[in-house]
Structures are given as structure tokens and as C-alpha cells.
């Protein structure tokens, strides 16, 4: 049997929509939706993160899911908007019929707005009472944000980390979520494609990027890595649990699985990128705010 990996989750924004900088396949077809669902499981991922915003992604992995046996093992993170525990209990109801299964592992918030009240905190620990959800928490952009969510007692955290975004490690995040005992999910390992592309090709509105893409290929180079590998890796190095990745098709499942199980992140490459994009501008490592070519 194949061993679980433990730190991957598949994230599962590419199979519902067109998603990501890097992407130029848009959506993929049903079929090689699935096929990267067998993929991941094959491989021995069994977390998979997705939303009810993700387009036709929850219905896809239903879809997956009622055509396999893996109801007992197969944990599903969504996440919602809802404010109160009737608007999230009936969230939380959509995407499990949906998904074709009878609790989620984690129901997180993704909402900028108000997330941390002491109302709707409140409502999230009432729906984890009803059993809908196993666990409850937040996924997060800013680093006041993390820390925010360590203060609210929560299960599980979601954020944004990658070579080029190190914001949290400022921050104390990681130290702190030790003490915490919550669960954290760092996503966005290769930065919605930017770590992946070849710098010529980026648009004008991120140009500003390029000096410390070109430098972070040639330092992946000197170290025999390519920046795919380099950037999982880095991602994985990190003190969160679970590192979320997406991918659009089943060879790239494969291809991060074959990097996780087979290579090691060099000490030197790790404290050189940590030393080099610590302090990168919020115009690079936060795609919300990345400025549309007009």
C-alpha cells in the first residue's frame, strides 16, 4: 500500500475554474480532473482543499469520490462566507451534497469581512457542535490576520507562504501556532505560478518581480534544482503541517509527488532564499493586489 504523504493537499481551485498566473490550459476537462483526483490519491494524498467559490470543484470531487471507496478516508477542507450559524450550517449542507459525503474535515472562513467578531467566532464553534464539520478555523492573507486567528482558539489556519512570501516567519506566526496547537495549512507554494514562469514572460504589471525571479532560477541552478522543485521544497521546509498545492493536470500531480518523495531542500538553498525575498514589496507576494494590465 502506497504510504500517505502527509504535508500534501491537494487544492483543487484549477479543477473548478480557470486559476492561476501561470495557467495557460484554463480548466481542465472532466476527465482530467478525475484523473488528477487518481493521481493524488494514488500517491497517497488524502486531504483535499477546496470552496464553495471554486466553481464546479466541489461537484467534481463528488463526482470522484461516489465513483471510488474512499468515503472513509478522505478528508475535505471547504471554505465559505457565511456570518451566522444558520447562513453556515446551510453553507456547510451545499457542499457536502455536493461532495457526496457527510462531514467535512475542516470548515474554514475566507472572508475579509468581520471574521474575527466574537459573533460569528461563536457560530463557528456551534457548527463544529453539530458535527457538520470536525474542525473549524480561518484562511487568511495578512500577517495581523494570522495572529488574530492563533488569539481565536481555533482548529485549523490557512495562509499564504512561498519563497517570495515570508511575511508569517517576521511575524513570530510559526513559534506562536506551536504553542497554539493549531493545525496550519501554508498555501500557495509556487505563488499562483509566478516562482514557475520563465521571466520574459511576465506581464508588464508584474515586471517588478522579475530581478528576484531571475535570481531565485539562479540560485535553484547552482543547486541543481529546478525552481519547481526549489519551491515545493522550500514550502515544505516550513513548521506548517500541510503545504496546499494545485495543479491543472495529472502530470504535475505527479511530478510533485515525485519531488517530495525523492528530493531534500539543500540547507544552503533554504537559508539563502530566506535571506534573499524576506522583505519583498506586498505588489509581488500578494496576488489581491497584483494590478491588472490595462
Wanted: proline share 4%; hydrophobic share 40%; with cysteine.
Amino acid at each position: 500500500m502506497t504510504p500517505v504523504v502527509q504535508k500534501l493537499v491537494l487544492g483543487t481551485a484549477q479543477l473548478g475554474m480557470p486559476y492561476g498566473l501561470a495557467n495557460r490550459t484554463g480548466q481542465p476537462s472532466r476527465q482530467e480532473a478525475s484523473l488528477v483526483l487518481d493521481v493524488a490519491w494514488g500517491g497517497g494524498i488524502r486531504f483535499f482543499d477546496t470552496a464553495s467559490a471554486y466553481g464546479s470543484a466541489e461537484e467534481l470531487i463528488g463526482e470522484w469520490i461516489e465513483g471510488h471507496e474512499v468515503t472513509g478516508e478522505v478528508r475535505i477542507v471547504s471554505k465559505g462566507t457565511a456570518k451566522t450559524v444558520d447562513e453556515m450550517e446551510t453553507e456547510i449542507r451545499g457542499s457536502l451534497k455536493r461532495l457526496h459525503i457527510d462531514r467535512l474535515d475542516g470548515y474554514l472562513l475566507h472572508s475579509k469581512e468581520n471574521m474575527f467578531a466574537n459573533e460569528r467566532l461563536e457560530a463557528l464553534r456551534q457548527v463544529k457542535g453539530t458535527g457538520l464539520a470536525t474542525h473549524v478555523g480561518v484562511s487568511v492573507y495578512e500577517e495581523n490576520e494570522a495572529l488574530s486567528a492563533l488569539e481565536a482558539d481555533l482548529d485549523y489556519i490557512q495562509v499564504p507562504y512561498n519563497a517570495f512570501d515570508q511575511r508569517l516567519e517576521r511575524a513570530d506566526f510559526f513559534d506562536r501556532a506551536e504553542a497554539s496547537g493549531a493545525t496550519i495549512f501554508a498555501r500557495s507554494p509556487f505563488l499562483q505560478g509566478l516562482l514557475l514562469m520563465v521571466p520574459e514572460a511576465l506581464p508588464p504589471h508584474l515586471a517588478v518581480a522579475r530581478p528576484h525571479l531571475e535570481q531565485f532560477i539562479e540560485m535553484s541552478q547552482r543547486h541543481n534544482l529546478s525552481p519547481l522543485e526549489a519551491a515545493l521544497l522550500f514550502a515544505c521546509s516550513s513548521r506548517a503541517q500541510h503545504i496546499i498545492f494545485g495543479a491543472e493536470s495529472q502530470v504535475q500531480v505527479g511530478e510533485v509527488l515525485a519531488i517530495v518523495k525523492n528530493k531534500a531542500m539543500p540547507v544552503d538553498l533554504l537559508e539563502e532564499i530566506r535571506e534573499s525575498f524576506q522583505n519583498l514589496d506586498s505588489s509581488i507576494v500578494d496576488p489581491r493586489v497584483w494590478k491588472k494590465q490595462s
